[in-house]
């Protein structure tokens, strides 16, 4: 579970390498993000030349939560971190690489562009 305030890894090659959420999208009263929301952070810091830098404000994808992800079959699924993948307008990754272990649920949410970069699906 993601809330505000909440620091994040980067877990792609777009030059951020920590994000501090500040919303998370979905409707007024949504208090946490979950595997595969949308929220909207600030990068605290940044790779040095690089396009994305401090302060700027991205828009992100929660990939990995360290609380438990239930599934239909009854398993749990946890991670060691908090990670996320940033996102351009168009909601298509904003780079070529994506770092770790991304759940298939993430290419069930539609985002299949985000699934193809990952090295492993879990």
């Known amino acids: 579970m993601i809330q505000e305030r909440a620091i994040l890894k980067v877990a792609d090659n777009s030059g951020a390498r920590l994000v501090r959420c500040f919303r ?3 409707g007024s009263r949504k208090r946490y993000a979950h595997i595969g ?4 952070a600030s990068v605290q810091t940044a790779e040095p ?3 994305i830098k401090k302060k700027d404000v991205v828009t ?3 990939v990995r939560t360290r609380n438990p992800l239930r599934r239909r079959d009854g398993t ?3 991670f060691d971190d908090n990670a996320v993948v940033l996102l351009d307008e168009k909601r298509e990754p904003r780079s070529t690489r994506v770092f770790g272990p991304i759940p298939r649920e993430i290419k069930e949410l539609g985002f299949e562009s985000v699934a193809s970069l990952a ?3 879990i």
């Open 119 to 121: 090295e492993e699906i």
């Open 24 to 26: 998370v999208l979905g």
């Open 37 to 40: 929301d949308l929220i909207i």
């Open 60 to 62: 992100a994808l929660v």
């Open 49 to 51: 030349r690089k396009a």
């Open 76 to 78: 749990q699924l946890r």
